[in-house]
């Protein structure tokens, strides 16, 4: 087994699931990394939750470094078919199975890897590690670690964020933005259905509606035909309310995301639902019982990569790899937040998105070793830059 596919097994083993700690692997790098002389902070959360970013830096303390970010939580693994362990590495012959294989313990564990590599030789240009936390909930880890590099921190050159992009460069991708519907209606006995408000039946026309915005949306753009699909998208993730089948429902909750191509709004979406909201939907509502309401509450937003032609990332990626295409991504990263903070900033890394969140989620060998190559170049070109 290579050092990488080591590496791999043993952040994979690390149950990391966002809904639990990822301590146990960030204590894991960081003894890794002192073992081998490197420097580390470990950032906890404000909020008291077990969870924490790690930032270390290979190289001289000094300002223009290049940071190689990855997220260390993984998504669920319950309901879904797996064929073994989730959190076990297992060989499949021409690829390595496991969940966090692709998105995105490959690339850490490329990272880590070569840690005696960069190690060998001083370098003139730092390498930073940027790990965070809660990257699957909305890159909630992302930002409180950036803050970071810019209060007390030499300030990077460019990001490199090593999501799954089968190495391929991506410059540009789809902001992310949540809500969530929280509607109340009035409950009573189910016999008595013209008395009450059903909630859940109101959060099903709104989600008829919001099927309707997404499929206008498709049709009719704006269109942007960098990404894959080209049109803004509108996702229902998760509907819940009624207490039992004999009560007209009272309350329920309705989650959609959108995840609109860069430039356009999330007016696109938000504006004609607040109108079948106020002007159809909540005066049908109220004339049955005043009380009844229909909130939208913002949950989180990730923004979106914003292309910068010929930017520092785009130039040095696409000489060490000798891209000349670069590629436009429908996922959301914690790209647009380094951007946002001014660094240069580019998504590549190995794996294939397709494979992603997915039951027996994969990672080609041939990907790692496509990872691995560009790594070692990235590290001699920082030997002498």
Not at 98 to 114: H, N, P, Q, S, Y
Not at 215 to 238: A, I, K, M
Not at 283 to 295: H, S
């Amino acid at each position: 087994m290579t050092a990488v596919a080591e590496m791999l097994g043993k952040l994979i083993a690390f149950d990391t699931v966002s809904s639990r700690s990822n301590l146990g692997l960030i204590h894991y790098i960081r003894d890794y990394l002192a073992e081998h002389g490197v420097r580390v902070r470990i950032m906890a959360a404000p909020d008291g939750q077990p969870k924490a970013n790690l930032w270390a830096t290979i190289g001289p303390d000094k300002p223009g470094g290049i940071v190689l970010s990855g997220h260390t939580d993984v998504v669920p693994v319950e309901g879904q078919p797996w064929s073994a362990d989730p959190f076990t590495l297992r060989d499949g012959g021409d690829r390595y199975f496991g969940r966090g294989t692709c998105d995105m313990k490959g690339f850490i564990a490329l990272c880590l890897a070569l840690v005696p590599e960069m190690r060998a030789k001083p370098l003139t240009t730092p390498i930073h590690f940027a790990f965070s936390y809660d990257e699957e909930l909305g890159c909630l880890g992302a930002p409180l670690l950036i803050e970071e590099i810019g209060k007390q921190l030499p300030q990077p050159r460019l990001a490199i964020i090593g999501e799954p992009t089968e190495m391929r460069l991506g410059t540009r991708h789809k902001g992310c933005y949540c809500y969530e519907m929280r509607v109340t209606g009035k409950d009573g006995h189910s016999s008595q259905t013209h008395r009450g408000v059903n909630a859940i039946a109101a959060a099903a026309e709104i989600a008829g509606e919001l099927i309707r915005i997404a499929e206008d949306l498709r049709v009719n753009g704006p269109h942007d035909h960098s990404f894959d699909p080209p049109y803004c998208t509108l996702n229902l993730g998760n509907i819940q309310g009624g207490t039992a089948v004999n009560i007209i429902a009272r309350e329920c909750r309705l989650e959609w995301d959108f995840r609109p191509v860069p430039g356009a709004s999330v007016d696109l979406a938000l504006d004609p639902i607040r109108k079948f909201i106020d002007s159809d939907l909540l005066p049908r509502m109220r004339t049955v019982a005043p009380e009844t309401n229909i909130e939208i509450v913002p949950d989180l937003g990730v923004p979106p990569l914003i292309e910068e032609k010929d930017s520092a990332a785009e130039a040095l990626l696409k000489m060490l790899t000798g891209a000349n295409e670069t590629h436009g991504m429908a996922f959301a990263t914690e790209a647009g937040q380094f951007q946002q903070a001014g660094l240069s900033a580019i998504v590549c890394g190995p794996g294939s998105i397709t494979q992603a969140h997915k039951p027996d989620e994969f990672i080609l060998k041939s990907e790692l070793v496509a990872g691995e190559t560009f790594l070692r170049k990235l590290i001699d070109w920082v030997r002498s830059h």
